[in-house]
């Protein structure tokens, strides 16, 4: 049996029914991550199904948190979300456009890390190790220093290059969240005025908070790789010695490669 207070499995639900591809999502998590607590958040306006809410416990935000992706930046980046888990060590996210294979989530609490989703792989290839290493250094200027391109932007796909993760499967450790959400406002309320893809929460937790200091334990993608993965599916699974990962983001766009690894655990998409 699970540490109850170890992690709770938190679900974002938006909207009901949910699709399809959401109910198998769900249907899983509870299989698998039974001996955990497991909390819906939700619109204040939302009603639950008995289905959905059987074997959970939900909290309700203000509606305006599920309006779309700014909404739900604003929510994961609020002390007044962490603070409704601060007697959980950690909180799981799991979209529902993730998915679980094992039940591999006290595994992963007992590594003490404060944040890991899936890595961000690095979509060239170099075939020496020198243009490996040049590109590596590149991609750490452009994190350190925020390097600004043209358009106005940042140089987000080479400050994310084999970076850890993605917000959508992720384990976050509650009080240091918590904190960061009160002692970095100024920097949170910045992002939250971009309103761009360029700034979402992730980004923030990832790149954004170890920029100049590190504030938070982020594993390196070699080790994060088997946690979740999202994107580079067949490099991915070749970084992770060709085993299945604790669970994946994004797999509804990726049908033809996770379909076999589905029939197996019992379902077809």
């Known amino acids: 049996m699970a540490n109850q207070k170890q992690c709770a499995v938190v679900i974002p639900i938006y909207k009901i029914p949910l699709s399809n591809f959401e109910k198998i999502a769900f249907e899983q998590c509870l299989k698998v991550l039974k001996d955990f607590t497991i909390v819906i958040i939700k619109p204040t306006d939302l009603n639950l199904p008995d289905y959905l809410s ?86 750490f200027y ?44 100024e920097k949170i309320k910045y992002y939250l005025e971009k309103q761009n893809a360029y700034f979402n929460e992730d980004i923030f937790f990832s790149i954004e908070i170890n920029r100049k200091k590190k504030l938070l334990k982020i594993p390196k993608y070699q080790e994060a790789i088997d946690f979740a993965f999202e994107t580079q599916l067949e490099k991915a699974l070749t970084l992770n010695h060709n085993q299945l990962p604790f669970g994946c983001h994004a797999w509804e766009k990726h049908l033809d490669f996770w379909r076999p690894y589905f029939e197996d655990v019992g379902y077809t998409i």
């Open 54 to 139: 059987e074997n959970t416990s939900s909290i309700s935000f203000k509606n305006d948190y599920f309006k779309g992706i700014h909404g739900y930046n604003s929510l994961m980046l609020s002390e007044e979300f962490y603070a409704q888990f601060l007697n959980f060590n950690y909180i799981l996210i799991h979209q529902l456009d993730a998915f679980v294979f094992s039940n591999k989530l006290d595994f992963w609490c007992s590594k003490n890390y404060d944040y890991i989703g899936a890595p961000w792989l690095r979509e060239r290839q170099f075939k020496s190790k020198y243009k490996y290493y040049k590109e590596e250094l590149k991609s």
């Open 142 to 185: 452009h994190r350190r220093y925020n390097v600004i391109e043209k358009n106005g932007m940042p140089a987000l796909d080479k400050q994310m290059a084999n970076q850890v993760g993605n917000g959508g499967l992720s384990l976050r450790k509650t009080k240091a969240f918590h904190e960061i959400c009160i002692t970095q406002k």
